[in-house]
């Protein structure tokens, strides 16, 4: 089984400011890498697949970078509705597996 | 749009079986391209795959749950259903049903049911 890895698990940032998360698989996963916002009591929402590409209707200040191992999600300019917990995806191997996610939080 | 809901108890006593259904609603299960699937979150945690079955009945299980896990598909309630066995405590969690990421053009979604709690009580 691929481990997913997050960092920080919480990260602490001002609405406007920069937040950067990122994520490392246990052995290659190529591009096969996809991002996911959790709100309380609701699912995860896919921000993000192949490790770059933004899915339908997620906004551009939502950046995904990375590959084969280590990977990357920016928020540019966070709102206020940005702050949720962030799980990474693989899904190069079965069992697809998550890490355990990062909480971004209000400074 | 797609939309899926999952039904089952809420409450099922240790050494039991879970039984947990997905109706899909806004399109057909019936597609020899999509898969569909189950994921877990216990109170508090981060997202586990169960495993997925494909419109042909192949299945994929995620072999930590050590077999106890069954993935079924009913084709003609538009349904998919999740089975799993003797559970403990540490199966308490919320269940999603799940059409897993696909991607056709360069385009890839996927769909997630409301998730519902399921306690294994003692």
């Known amino acids: 089984e691929i481990v997913m890895t997050q960092s920080p698990a919480t990260l602490s940032v001002s609405p406007g400011e920069r937040a950067t998360l990122s994520c490392r698989a246990s052995?290659?996963?190529?591009?096969?890498l996809a991002w996911y916002q959790q709100k309380p009591g609701q699912g995860p929402r896919l921000l993000v697949y192949g490790a770059s590409t933004r899915a339908t209707g997620i906004p551009a200040r939502f950046s995904g970078s990375g590959s084969v191992t280590d990977f990357t999600l920016t928020i540019s300019s966070l709102q206020s509705e940005d702050f949720a917990v962030y799980y990474c995806q693989q899904y190069n191997n079965w069992p697809w597996t998550f890490g355990q996610g990062t909480r971004v939080e209000i400074k | 749009q797609l939309q899926l809901q999952e039904s089952g108890p809420g409450l099922v006593k240790s050494s039991e079986t879970l039984s947990l259904t997905c109706t899909v609603s806004g399109g057909s299960i019936n597609s020899r391209i999509y898969y569909w699937g189950w994921v877990r979150q216990p109170p508090g945690k981060g997202l586990q795959w169960l495993g997925s079955i494909s419109y042909s009945g192949t299945t994929y299980y995620n072999p930590s749950l050590n077999s106890r896990v069954t993935i079924s598909v009913d084709k003609s309630k538009n349904q998919f259903s999740l089975g799993l066995n003797s559970v403990t405590a540490a199966d308490t969690a919320v269940y999603y049903c799940?059409?897993?990421?696909?991607?056709?053009?360069?385009?890839?979604?996927?769909?997630w049911g409301q998730g519902t709690l399921v306690t294994v009580s003692s």
């Open positions: 799940v059409r897993p990421l696909y991607c056709s053009g360069g385009t890839c979604i996927d769909y």
């Open positions: 052995q290659s996963i190529s591009s096969n």
